[in-house]
């Protein structure tokens, strides 16, 4: 299980910013969203992660909604090489280990177009 | 190159072959995963090591075994497959002290069992 909802797909032009929205309304207190993308048939990437504060990194910016049932990814200017599929992932914290799993639903695909 | 190398890249076998996937990490992390990914369907996590024990194993058919012999190195070792096991096998590997950490994933080995 998941525990994510993501749109199947989105489309963004060169340039402009891409916002992919996340939807985890049964997330845990102490569990972290992560994004990941996957470019065809390549291992997923790691894009960010974070708990409840806003993040962001050389790649991306995360919001999260200040009561944590949702997010959304910004690329804040698309290159075509930004066409992949988007993954948001809630880091299951299993029966109190510090080994957490990740599952994967079926993201976003994003085409960015020129 | 990720720090998560596999082994080999794509892999044709008949279904009395026996054949087997490495993966090998050189960025000091304690945790390794398989997961699949059959075409349009979203990744399966197959196995959880960490510290060379097996700490899950996902109803996977025992004609997968992996093996975990030191931290860097994971194999999975194919026998007896059936047409529906082709797929991307992806490993991946993780630090786990805490939840903040991501995983890294390999390229991942194209499986087309035939």
């Known amino acids: 299980d998941a525990k994510t909802t993501q749109p199947p797909s989105m489309d963004c032009a060169e340039g402009r910013a891409a916002n992919l929205p996340c939807n985890h309304s049964?997330?845990?207190?102490?569990?972290?969203v992560y994004w990941y993308r996957q470019i065809h048939s390549q291992g997923p990437q790691y894009i960010i992660h974070?708990?409840?504060n806003n993040e962001t990194n050389e790649m991306a910016s995360l919001i999260i909604t200040e009561d944590r049932k949702s997010s959304t990814l910004i690329l804040p200017h698309a290159t075509l090489r930004d066409t992949a599929v988007y993954y948001c992932?809630?880091?299951?914290?299993?029966?109190?280990?510090?080994?957490?799993?990740?599952?994967f639903g079926r993201g976003t695909q994003l085409t960015v177009w020129p | 190159e990720t720090g998560v190398t596999q082994t080999p890249r794509h892999l044709v076998m008949g279904m009395t072959n026996k054949k087997s996937l490495k993966c090998e990490q050189h960025?000091?992390?304690?945790?390794m995963y398989w997961y699949k990914q059959s075409a349009k369907k979203p990744l399966e996590l197959m196995f959880v090591?960490?510290?060379?024990?097996?700490?899950e194993n996902n109803s996977v058919p025992s004609r997968f075994s992996p093996e975990c012999p030191n931290s860097s190195h994971l194999f999975l070792h194919l026998h007896t497959l059936q047409p529906e096991d082709s797929a991307l096998y992806l490993c991946?590997?993780?630090?786990?002290?805490?939840?903040?950490?991501?995983?890294?994933f390999g390229s991942g080995t194209r499986l087309t069992v035939v």
């Open positions: 049964t997330i845990s207190g102490n569990e972290y």
């Open positions: 991946a590997s993780s630090q786990n002290r805490g939840l903040t950490y991501g995983y890294t």
């Open positions: 960025l000091g992390h304690n945790a």
């Open positions: 974070g708990l409840k």
């Open positions: 090591y960490s510290l060379e024990e097996r700490v």
């Open positions: 992932i809630v880091r299951v914290n299993d029966r109190g280990s510090t080994l957490g799993r990740l599952y």
